[in-house]
């Protein structure tokens, strides 16, 4: 079945997402801040990621959402764990990248966000969850010990 973005998901149908952690081989963790006209607009996210096209693995989708998003073109993603959303019909696929990149090279996506900041891991820890989004990430994180 193909799903076509905007359209509703059938029940019991399923997509795949992937999200990608960002950490520099120094520690700390990349923050992208999302576009104002999207939803959550404003609010940061702890990296990049998005719906894996037909085709795709999720680690090639990974690859190529962390490209798109964020300028960073990695050696190598480590798959660090699956959530199952129901509610939202998806199954997201979390990946560490580490990266040794010049952080101020960090691209954005048109559209997509605006702003970037790299920061430690006790700072990302102790966000708002007002203003970071989604949690799934940092809870994977902690359970992981990233």
Known sequence: ?????????????YHLVCDILVRHADG??????RDPRK?????????????????ETAMEGAFRELR?????AAEALTEIGQVVSPERHAVYVAFLCVTRCDKSAITLQEGETVDFRWI????????????????????LMVEKGL
């Open 120 to 139: 430690s891991r006790a700072a990302l820890l102790g966000m708002d969850s007002d203003a970071l989004l989604p949690r799934r990430r940092i809870d």
């Open 1 to 13: 079945m193909t799903l076509v973005r905007g359209e509703p998901i059938p029940d019991g149908v």
């Open 68 to 72: 798109v998003e964020t300028g960073i």
């Open 28 to 33: 700390d963790y990349l923050l992208m801040q």
């Open 39 to 55: 939803h959550y607009g404003g609010m940061w996210e702890a990296s990049a990621g998005g719906a894996v096209q037909r085709g």
